[in-house]
């Protein structure tokens, strides 16, 4: 079992930046690929990034490359996303998620966190 609980959100103006972190608990984090994904209301649940369970791969989203960069630390039990130029249509609840496979879908995670607010004005 894994327990994810994301924080580092908050408010930013155009073109700043933000770091989120995901905090896990569990016995198999370092066993488990991670990925972050973000919803706006009246939107669908997005893909944003995502990491191999070994840390070797990233995947992106087209909106993200250039911009985020998605990182883990197995000896802390964290991930983290850091999201440069922001804009405001990245203004969304970000979500941390633990599954067997770096995928982009939602429904192939297992585990996920409550999320973290990410308000972006301009």
């Known amino acids: 079992q894994v327990q994810l609980v994301e924080s580092g959100g908050g408010l930013v103006q155009a073109g700043g930046s933000l770091r989120l972190s995901c905090a896990a608990s569990g016995r198999t984090f370092s066993s488990y690929a991670m990925g972050w994904f973000r919803q706006a209301p009246g939107k669908e649940r997005e893909f944003v990034a995502s990491?191999?369970?070994?840390?070797?791969?990233?995947y992106y989203a087209d909106f993200a490359k250039g911009r985020f960069t998605f990182s883990r630390d197995d000896a802390k039990n964290t991930v983290y996303l850091q999201m440069n130029s922001l804009k405001p249509e990245d203004t969304a609840v970000y979500y941390c998620a633990a599954g067997r496979l770096a995928a982009s879908e939602p429904g192939e995670y297992r585990y996920w966190g409550q999320g973290t607010q990410v308000t972006v004005s301009s």
């Open positions: 990491i191999t369970w070994n840390g070797r791969m990233t």
